[in-house]
């Protein structure tokens, strides 16, 4: 079992920067593939980013690609989600997750351990 606890959201203005922390607790997150979704009322959970564990490789969908760095800290067992020229439609809560495998990122179901959220809004 992997527990997951994410913080570091909040208000910020649109061009503005954020980074969230999402801690590790129960199994190093050394062999996992770590991610990023974000989800608004209403609408499905929507992948972010990834870091993979092999290769060491991250992955984005476009909608954040040269914006948004997902990074992990494996000695801290912590993954990181530096966000920068925010955008009001960034806005959304952000969840932290984990699997063991290299597939299927983008499907929210596929992951297997996830946190509770935290909110991030973007003001125009």
């Known amino acids: 079992q992997v527990q997951l606890v994410e913080s570091g959201g909040g208000s910020v203005q649109a061009g503005g920067s954020l980074r969230l922390s999402c801690a590790a607790s129960?199994?190093?997150?050394?062999?996992?593939?770590l991610g990023w979704f974000r989800q608004t009322p209403g609408k499905e959970r929507d992948f972010v980013a990834a870091?993979?564990?092999?290769?060491?490789?991250?992955y984005y969908p476009d909608s954040v690609n040269n914006r948004f760095t997902i990074s992990r800290d494996n000695a801290k067992n912590t993954v990181y989600l530096q966000m920068s020229s925010l955008k009001p439609e960034d806005t959304a809560l952000y969840y932290c997750?984990?699997?063991?495998?290299?597939?299927?990122?983008?499907?929210?179901?596929?992951?297997?351990?996830w946190g509770q959220g935290t909110q991030v809004t973007v003001s125009s």
């Open positions: 870091s993979m564990w092999s290769p060491d490789n991250t």
């Open positions: 997750a984990a699997k063991s495998s290299n597939v299927d990122l983008r499907r929210a179901r596929s992951w297997a351990y």
């Open positions: 129960g199994r190093t997150i050394r062999t996992y593939t």
